[in-house]
């Protein structure tokens, strides 16, 4: 089977889990969800050599680097067009960072298929959609830097989780003060915030769908207790999981969609307001403190949650010319030096030698705190495969 019918299938299949369980609905699960608990089924692929600390040597990867072509960097933030001029600054190698937020996928891929490739290192936050479609296939090679591997949690090591990030529940603080009006995520279902919680577009990116998804496999006891702390009741429900229930019930409660986290930003924390909507962004957005004189603040000690962790990954593309210059990119991109021009956006290093440069809005101390929902790469394949289900959930629960 070819990579590209190997994706396809990935694809189709995907699709097809959606379209079976339309027939399913009078059953009462929601669509295409049986609330089983996905099993792991990421496959590590050997480590290449210089991904050890034994057969790592920094000097000699730049003196390969140097003997190759320019390279071109994809990534999501407009920073990386700082970061790759720093590395040519500092490497003499020429970089061009360009910035992509959507369709850059399906743009790796078919650079893979037309042995084309311009893109020769990838950054992305869709963490499921990364793996099972450029790093499972072979369109993209996973590597860590061999200096820091040992250093890094299992789980950010394949695939390489470089930056975390969160998307968290936030208020306006010159209407609330000190105090998230919000204390438990079940009240984002009571009608007192109908047509009052402002999100993302659930249907826009999977990057939302894969929070319910993970939320759903290895976090629904918690929601099913902070609904019985809430409502004073046990969780009766049809639905497979807690999870379930609330994004039906959160769908169902009119909340404002918006095309991005910029936009959620501008109706949560405009000054100025009486009454402002709850929402969900990330950290960000919370420089338009400073930039737009917004009112934004994360909703601390909100049960069980505040948010969740949406981490970056990065990849070399398989076929690159320049694969060790890639590589040095992706070793200088994550290092203290490189870091620095993300983390003032509250972004933190997975290393914990890489230590961050500032926590103006208390984000990092409340990730360090576990005001937010961990990341798990064990069953990427399965939030890639649920992420039309759960747009079909959201969808049919629209009111």
């Not at 860590?144 to 950010?156: E, F, K, M, S, T």
């Not at 993302?200 to 496999?217: C, H, K, V």
């Not at 360090?368 to 992420?387: I, R, S, V, W």
Request: aromatic share 10%; charged share 25%.
């Amino acid at each position: 089977m070819t990579r590209t019918r190997s994706r396809t299938l990935r694809r189709a299949l995907a699709v097809g889990v959606s379209a079976a369980a339309l027939l399913s609905l009078s059953a009462c699960a929601p669509p295409g969800a049986d609330g089983s608990v996905a099993e792991n089924t990421v496959e590590r692929p050997d480590l290449a050599a210089d991904e050890t600390a034994e057969g790592f040597d920094l000097d000699a990867l730049i003196d390969a680097a140097k003997k190759e072509g320019p390279i071109t960097i994809y990534d999501e933030t407009g920073k990386v067009v700082q970061i790759a001029e720093a590395f040519t600054a500092k490497y003499g190698i020429p970089a061009t960072g360009i910035k992509i937020e959507t369709n850059v996928m399906d743009k790796v891929a078919k650079e893979y298929e037309a042995d084309n490739v311009i893109g020769d290192v990838v950054a992305n936050s869709e963490v499921p959609t990364f793996y099972s479609e450029l790093l499972a296939d072979g369109v993209l090679t996973n590597w860590v830097p061999g200096d820091a591997y040992d250093r890094l949690p299992a789980h950010a090591q394949y695939p390489y989780l470089t930056s975390d990030n969160q998307a968290i529940w936030t208020y306006n603080t010159e209407v609330y003060g000190d105090t998230c009006p919000i204390s438990n995520i079940w009240q984002l279902t009571d009608e007192e915030w109908a047509g009052s919680v402002a999100i993302p577009d659930p249907e826009s990116r999977a990057l939302y769908t894969t929070i319910w998804n993970q939320a759903a496999n290895h976090h629904a006891d918690e929601y099913a207790a902070a609904y019985e702390e809430h409502f004073g009741e046990e969780l009766v429900t049809e639905e497979p999981t807690a999870v379930h229930e609330w994004v039906k019930r959160l769908a169902g409660n009119s909340p404002t969609i918006f095309k991005n986290d910029e936009e959620v930003s501008d109706a949560v924390g405009a000054a100025g307001q009486s009454d402002p909507p709850f929402g969900l962004m990330y950290a960000a957005k919370y420089r338009n403190n400073v930039d737009k004189g917004y009112k934004l603040a994360p909703c601390e000690g909100m049960n069980p949650y505040a948010g969740a962790a949406t981490p970056q990954t990065m990849a070399y593309a398989t076929n690159s010319a320049s694969p060790n210059a890639a590589k040095l990119y992706i070793h200088f991109a994550t290092s203290q030096e490189g870091m620095e021009f993300i983390m003032p956006d509250s972004k933190s290093s997975f290393d914990p030698e890489v230590q961050p440069v500032a926590d103006d809005w208390g984000v990092i101390e409340l990730k360090e705190a576990g005001g937010f929902q961990p990341y798990n790469t064990d069953t990427l394949q399965d939030d890639y495969t649920k992420t039309v289900t759960w747009q079909d959930l959201w969808r049919s629960s629209r009111s």
